[in-house]
Every structure is written in structure tokens, then in C-alpha cells.
């Protein structure tokens, strides 16, 4: 069974920094790409930011982009997103999900989600 | 990029009933990729169809999609209690992903 469990989550003062984790099991990580997607309270979804199989490509949304950077072990089977210069619009639960290739198209499955609060 | 909009935002409908859900792009989304997604309150989204038209796995059959290039459409056959949620559609042909606002589909 596949299985994403992110963690890292919590609260950070505006300006800060916070890493978020994804332990991907249950399929070989290696050959799939990876999206970060969140959701604001009671709002809707925003993709954030995929990687490809080995890391060799990377997108943003461009309200992340210059502050957010997505990044993969195959090795430890682990997707990471180093959020730095937080604003409070960045305040949701973020999802990782999985991909049916090697690049990033549709997302089956997704995590749970760790919920970030950005807020002094 | 490309912007999805979804319609209507709230759509009241019985058990029984059939729901239509649409999903206009901004432009083409290329060779039909996009994705259907339903979310529960509490939960994760899961994917219903991708391909614009392709059931995922374990997706019953009262589920479907159509449409091509800027306009597509979501259809559950017959509404399940189970089938109340918001859904989603979402564009792969082109980076940014994006995500349309969501369709509500409410117990009348």
C-alpha cells in the first residue's frame, strides 16, 4: 500500500524558515515525481512546487518561487520543502502527493498533510 | 498560466439526482490533461479521473468525465449519500499546475 506521511509542520514567525518532510512507502520512489500541494484554511488547493524521479527538474508556483525549494533523497525515500522567508499567506495544511510517472501530472496519492501556521 | 474555473460553486442536489460539474481553462490544456479530485471534510483529496476521462482505480462507475481542450465536465450518474464533497479539477498540461476553486455538491 503506497503510504506519504509528511511531517514538520508547526508554527514560525513571519521571515522564518521551515522544512517539511515527506516518507514516501509502499512503491519504488526512485521512479516518480512528487508535488507539494496546500490548502488554506477553508480555502481551496495550490500546487506549490513538483520534482521529477532523480530531482533533475523543479517548478514553483510563482508565490513560492525565490522562497521555497523542493528537493528529494531516493535513497531515503523522502520528499523535503525548505520554505524560508514565510509570509502569513503561506499558513495551510501542506500536502505531498505522488505522481503516475516520472515528472509531475496528476496526484494519486496524497498525505494527510502537516499543517504549517505562519504568525508573530 | 493557465486558470481553471469551476462552476457552479455550490451545486444542492438529492440522493438520486445527477450532478453536472464544469471546468472551463483559461486556455488549452493540451491533449486532455486534466484531473478530477474529490475531497471530503477532514481528508485528503482523491482522484476520480485523470486523462480527462479515465476513471482512477476503485472509482465507481457512476463517475465520469468528458471534454477537451478549454472545457471539460465532471458527471456523477446517480448521487450517492457518499458522493456530498467538494471536487476539483486540475490542469497538467503546462507548469504551473493549477487548480480550479472547487465545486460543492451539497445534500438539498
Known amino acids: 500500500e503506497v503510504q506519504l506521511v509528511e511531517s514538520g509542520g508547526g508554527v514560525v514567525r513571519p521571515g522564518g524558515s521551515l522544512r517539511l518532510s515527506c516518507a514516501a512507502s509502499?512503491?519504488?520512489?526512485?521512479?516518480?515525481?512528487m508535488s507539494w500541494v496546500r490548502q488554506a484554511p477553508g480555502k481551496g488547493l495550490e500546487w506549490v512546487s513538483g520534482?521529477?524521479?532523480?530531482?533533475?527538474?523543479?517548478h514553483y508556483a510563482d508565490s513560492v518561487k525565490g522562497r521555497f525549494t523542493i528537493s528529494r533523497d531516493n535513497a531515503k525515500n523522502s520528499l523535503y520543502l525548505q520554505m524560508n522567508s514565510v509570509r502569513a499567506e503561506d499558513t495551510a495544511l501542506y500536502h505531498c502527493?505522488?505522481?503516475?510517472?516520472?515528472?509531475?501530472?496528476?496526484?494519486?496519492?496524497w498525505g494527510q498533510g502537516t499543517l504549517v501556521t505562519v504568525s508573530s | 498560466e493557465i486558470v481553471l474555473t469551476q462552476s457552479p460553486g455550490t451545486l444542492s442536489l438529492s440522493p438520486g439526482e445527477r450532478a453536472t460539474l464544469s471546468c472551463r481553462a483559461s486556455?488549452?490544456?493540451?491533449?486532455?490533461?486534466l484531473a478530477w479530485y474529490q475531497q471530503k471534510p477532514g481528508q485528503a483529496p482523491r482522484l476520480l479521473i485523470y486523462?480527462?476521462?479515465s476513471r482512477a482505480t476503485g472509482i465507481p462507475d457512476r463517475f465520469s468525465g468528458s471534454g477537451s481542450g478549454t472545457d471539460f465536465t465532471l458527471t456523477i450518474s446517480r448521487l450517492e449519500p457518499e458522493d456530498f464533497a467538494v471536487y476539483y479539477c486540475?490542469?497538467?498540461?503546462?507548469?504551473?499546475?493549477?487548480f480550479g476553486g472547487g465545486t460543492k455538491v451539497e445534500i438539498k
Open positions: 502527493a505522488k505522481s503516475s510517472s516520472g515528472h509531475y501530472n496528476w496526484f494519486d496519492p
Open positions: 509502499g512503491f519504488t520512489f526512485a521512479d516518480y515525481g
Open positions: 520534482i521529477n524521479w532523480d530531482g533533475g527538474s523543479t
Open positions: 486556455q488549452s490544456v493540451g491533449s486532455s490533461f
Open positions: 486523462g480527462a476521462s
Open positions: 486540475q490542469q497538467y498540461g503546462s507548469s504551473p499546475r493549477t
